[in-house]
């Protein structure tokens, strides 16, 4: 074991993420998992509060703490992230090449060093790209005091296919990635598509990334409190299509919208954050059949799956974007375990993936004709596209298929034996 530990004692690992955490479904089922199959687990992520605080997740600790300014409580936190967006402005106007510093790094490991230290982490595991150079500079000064950490990237997002980041802070995240990357001993992806990318990106060679696919949590899934047809107000017979998730313009509920006003026995149900700025611009443009949008709040995750089962179609309408076209989406495993057959856009990925299953159809992005054409596909014959969620079908796409990968590479890489396993408190199975 990599930091030394005796045989007798959890392996331990410090996962680093630059947000809150808790709206984070990956981070928490990497803790979830890894903690019960007898890893020691802490999950620093960022306090999006003033104070710090300390949360859990299953035998996991989650310590939020002052990885980045709390922008929301502190006035002179503003002033300063304006006043670098002009600095930023004018170094990509006048310097060109300017290369600025990662955001948030020196902050960040000055709040995380002491806990590390005192941790003593057989791996560092580094959510996406902001938390890679900051979990890198950890384990090297780790290193430093004798002990001897291993780096772990797991690569949430393509970095050059991130369309908020301009060209000037896209090159400093590539440097550090690609430095970070050749330092580590494993580099985690979510699908097949992100991984061919990322090999050239990152530079890596012969080396491949490892998929852990982003895939729903089955076991400790509960009943809904909530019915999803009590909520919209309708009864079992009415057609009802269903999207969960994060909301932008590039999301595709435009042409949900539009494609709903040429279905009018069609109702939509939209999970999501009411507060948000593009729910509320969806909510307005679709102001002429409000009976039939109906905008929910979420939902517990652990009732997620329970709660949209009494939907007909799960909807993925996303635009043609990068990451888009490389990545299988959470919800693309919810609704698999919910059983509902999948209607979505022709991005690459799921496209492929939903062909293959047979699942539900394929629509070409922002045609509001060929969704609707889609959508009655579906519920002309719902029956057929359920019969692709056959046992093997959805425990490939759970995440505990997706934690027996994770757990095989953590075991690999901190050189836990077999004969180590058995004496831990908790069983870690992959082998």
Not at 13 to 32: F, G, M, P, Q
Not at 166 to 184: D, G, H, V
Not at 203 to 226: H, T, Y
Not at 299 to 316: F, H
């Amino acid at each position: 074991m990599t930091n030394n530990a005796n045989s007798t004692e959890r392996p331990r690992t410090l996962h680093i993420v630059l947000n809150a955490v808790t709206e984070d479904s990956r981070v928490l089922k990497c803790a979830w998992s890894l903690g019960n199959a007898g890893w020691d687990v802490i999950v620093a992520g960022a306090t999006p509060f003033t104070h710090n605080d300390e949360l859990t997740i299953g035998y996991a600790t989650i310590k939020r703490l002052p990885l980045k300014v709390v922008l929301k409580q502190d006035f002179i936190a503003k002033v300063l992230r304006k006043l670098r967006y002009y600095q930023r402005r004018f170094q990509a106007r006048f310097l060109g090449g300017y290369t600025p510093g990662v955001p948030n790094w020196g902050r960040a490991v000055k709040a995380i060093m002491p806990l590390a230290r005192e941790f003593k982490p057989a791996i560092v595991h580094a959510h996406d790209y902001t938390a890679l150079p900051i979990a890198g500079e950890i384990v090297a000064a780790l290193k430093k005091i004798g002990v001897n950490s291993a780096l772990i990237y797991d690569a949430h997002e393509y970095v050059p296919g991130v369309a908020h980041l301009k060209a000037p802070l896209m090159r400093s995240y590539t440097e550090q990635e690609i430095a970070y990357t050749a330092q580590s001993a494993s580099v985690l992806s979510v699908s097949e598509g992100m991984s061919e990318l990322l090999i050239a990106h990152l530079k890596m060679g012969d080396r491949k990334p490892e998929i852990v696919a982003n895939d729903p949590l089955v076991e400790g899934q509960q009943p809904s409190k909530r019915n999803l047809r009590n909520d919209c107000g309708i009864p079992s017979d009415l057609p009802l299509i269903v999207y969960s998730g994060a909301v932008a313009p590039q999301r595709g509920i435009g042409t949900v919208i539009e494609g709903l006003r040429k279905m009018p026995d069609v109702h939509c149900a939209l999970i999501a954050n009411p507060e948000n700025t593009s729910v509320k611009e969806f909510i307005a443009q679709a102001a002429d059949i409000s009976d039939r949008f109906h905008v929910l709040p979420y939902v517990p995750n652990a009732e997620l799956v329970s709660y949209l089962s009494t939907g007909d179609i799960g909807l993925i309408p996303i635009h043609h974007k990068l990451n888009h076209e490389i990545s299988l989406i959470t919800k693309f495993g919810e609704y698999m375990q919910a059983r509902l057959p999948i209607v979505v856009s022709d991005v690459k990925t799921m496209a492929a993936e939903v062909r293959r299953l047979g699942n539900g159809e394929v629509f070409e992005a922002l045609n509001t004709e060929d969704f609707v054409r889609a959508v009655r596909a579906v519920l002309t014959n719902k029956a057929k596209y359920q019969t692709a969620y056959t046992d093997e079908v959805l425990n490939e796409r759970s995440w505990e298929r997706q934690a027996e990968n994770l757990l095989a590479i953590y075991n690999r890489v901190a050189e836990v034996s077999p004969a180590e396993r058995e004496h831990l408190p908790f069983i870690i199975s992959a082998q």
